[in-house]
């Protein structure tokens, strides 16, 4: 399978100020997405990332707060701008493959203070 | 859109004993259905998937069944161990859509 990785691991951030995440597949793959983890919850998927175009956004996401950059089929980027501290969390990225399974990236954990 | 709710919410085992998580899902449009496990620290993990023209899938000691009648499917662990020890997440999606709906989570612990 696909090896993802993301930067940076892990950020410690003050209230007002952006963050960007980064996530880059070693293979090329049509279907990115990025999901938020709350701390001891479920996955939340923010958004799909689409090549070329502007990224497809959950209820409750909007691009304003999470702008996602997708410039070709192995990298993209997702931003937390304007950062409070209910932004604190896990942000991940997964791929998607030709069978329609999902794999994660290692996740970025992000605390705003 | 889709709702998945997944029972039970914490799991406490013995070493040996079988573990079975259960989740509902409301779209009938529904027709892929994976399962996550995710260790402390770690990434979630695919550890089986099924889909919507089989009823039950097998690999080594963990099993999934669905029944898309009742709208549920389930992750069956037989022969625990501690390593199985982790946060169980299942998903429904559809493949057209390919959004995964992830379900609540199972913390499941194994006692040795």
């Known amino acids: 399978s696909a090896v993802i990785s993301q930067k940076p691991s892990r950020d410690i951030c003050q209230r007002g100020t952006s963050l960007t995440i980064q996530c880059q597949v070693d293979?090329?793959?049509?279907?990115m997405f990025w999901y938020r983890q709350q701390p001891g919850q479920s996955l939340t998927l923010i958004a799909t990332a689409n090549q070329g175009s502007e990224a497809t956004y959950e209820s409750g996401f909007v691009i304003d707060k999470f702008p996602i950059s997708r410039p070709n089929l192995t990298f993209s980027t997702l931003t937390v701008s304007n950062m409070s501290p209910e932004d604190s969390s896990i942000y991940l990225c997964?791929?998607?493959?030709?069978?329609?399974?999902?794999?994660f990236g290692p996740g970025t954990r992000l605390t705003v203070l | 859109g889709e709702n998945v709710e997944q029972h039970p919410s914490t799991l406490s085992v013995q070493e040996g004993d079988s573990a079975v998580i259960k989740c509902t899902y409301s779209?009938?449009?529904?027709?892929?259905f994976p399962w996550y496990k995710q260790e402390l620290g770690k990434r979630p993990q695919l550890i089986i998937d099924?889909?919507?023209?089989?009823g039950e899938k097998k690999d080594q000691r963990i099993a999934v069944t669905l029944n898309k009648t009742a709208k549920h499917f389930s992750l069956h662990i037989t022969e625990t161990q501690p390593e199985d020890s982790a946060v169980y997440f299942c998903?429904?999606?559809?493949?057209?859509?390919?959004?995964?709906?992830f379900g609540g989570g199972t913390r499941v612990l194994v006692k040795p």
């Open positions: 293979s090329q793959v049509t279907m």
């Open positions: 099924i889909r919507s023209n089989v």
């Open positions: 998903a429904a999606a559809t493949t057209a859509g390919n959004k995964l709906t």
């Open positions: 997964s791929v998607q493959n030709s069978y329609n399974e999902q794999f």
């Open positions: 779209d009938s449009a529904s027709n892929y």
